[in-house]
């Protein structure tokens, strides 16, 4: 079984900045992507921020340059700084992973439960 458990999120003002951090745990061989995506009211979950295993990322236009994502391979674990925060980025947060359990089977997709951020003044 694996389990993904995100914390962090919040409310902060605008200008500010939160850190969420998720991390994979359970049966887990090895793990090739981890991202963060959020899904605000009434709109579709988009993708935030990816990282893979080698370190290449990948950002939504709409937070180049405020937000970084980075990983921790030994602690399966994955951070996501967020910082000059808008009242756009208020959304529930998901942590995402794309990994193998055993080396005998394929890769799977898995969701950690989400957290919110708001940020408002």
């Known amino acids: 079984q694996v389990q993904l458990v995100e914390s962090g999120g919040g409310l902060v003002q605008p200008g500010g900045s939160l850190r969420l951090s998720c991390a994979a745990s359970?049966?887990?061989?090895?793990?090739?992507?981890m991202g963060w995506y959020r899904q605000a009211p009434g709109k579709q979950r988009e993708l935030v921020a990816s990282?893979?295993?080698?370190?290449?990322?990948n950002y939504a236009d709409s937070v180049k340059g405020r937000f970084t994502i980075s990983r921790d391979n030994g602690k399966n674990t994955v951070i996501l700084q967020m910082n000059s925060l808008i009242p756009e980025d208020t959304a529930v947060y998901y942590c995402n992973s794309l990994l193998m359990r055993t080396i005998f089977v394929p890769i799977e997709d898995y969701w950690g439960q989400g957290t919110q951020v708001i940020v408002s003044s």
């Open positions: 990282i893979s295993r080698d370190s290449s990322t």
């Open positions: 359970g049966s887990i061989f090895r793990i090739n992507r």
